[in-house]
């Protein structure tokens, strides 16, 4: 079973615009992590936010975490081509393992 | 190593046959983790080692799906009687941490095929 859930599950924007991506669970979490995936390959980790947290940045990223409301979102400024890619979050709610959402799948247009 | 390393990188199987994926994790790594990722989906949890113990295999779809790390490093995922089903990306992921909720390394997965 998914834990998180990304909103929307496809965007495509052009190069230099913004991409904002959601994600909303269900149980308490210690933290949420962002990943992303190129097709064909592993995922790579992009962010983790803490649940003591309520915004984190690195580089062109920003992610924001709303326990109240079990969200959280991610924000890529400028987006480049080399961003296309699919992007999870996930948590850490169930034991020892992280559980992923479905995924948004960002396309960047040059 | 560099990185999470998986081999082979594409299977195809008749289906009935048995098939072993293998994951080297970045070394020294403590936990492991298998996931198993279908088309267009995220990816699900199959089984998670800290060092060798097989501490949680609960994601494990049914008792054909094996997996070892006998001596804490390299780790196999054993599919046996393969089903159509069984189709999917099988991912393999470490983290030098003991708990949970650190940042996962994964690995190029093994795309495996099922006819």
């Known amino acids: 079973s998914q834990q998180g859930e990304e909103d929307p599950q496809a965007l495509s924007i052009q190069e230099g615009e913004n991409a904002t991506m959601n994600c909303s669970y269900k149980t308490s979490i210690n933290n949420l992590q962002w990943y992303r995936q190129n097709s064909g390959r592993g995922l790579v980790h992009l962010i983790l936010i803490r649940s003591n947290e309520r915004e984190k940045h690195s580089g062109r990223l920003r992610v924001t975490l709303d326990t109240s409301k079990k969200s959280s979102s991610l924000l890529i400024t400028a987006s480049r081509a080399a961003d296309t890619a699919s992007y999870f979050c996930a948590t850490d709610a169930d034991g020892n393992k992280l559980v992923f959402g479905a995924g948004t799948i960002l396309r960047v247009k040059s | 190593g560099a990185g999470v390393s998986q081999s082979p990188r594409y299977k195809v199987a008749k289906r009935g046959q048995d098939v072993a994926l293998r994951c080297d994790p970045i070394s020294g790594h403590v936990s492991l983790f298998w996931y198993q990722q279908a088309l267009g989906q995220g990816p699900e949890f199959l089984t998670y080692?800290?060092?060798?113990?097989?501490?949680?295999k609960s994601g494990l779809p049914s008792d054909r799906f094996f997996a070892e790390r006998p001596e804490g490093s390299v780790s196999t995922l054993k599919i046996q009687r393969t089903q159509q089903e069984d189709s999917a990306v099988y991912l393999c992921?470490?983290?030098?941490?003991?708990?949970?909720?650190?940042?996962?390394?994964f690995g190029s997965g093994t795309q495996l095929s099922v006819l």
């Open positions: 992921a470490s983290s030098f941490y003991r708990g949970v909720g650190e940042k996962l390394f």
């Open positions: 080692f800290q060092n060798e113990a097989q501490l949680d």
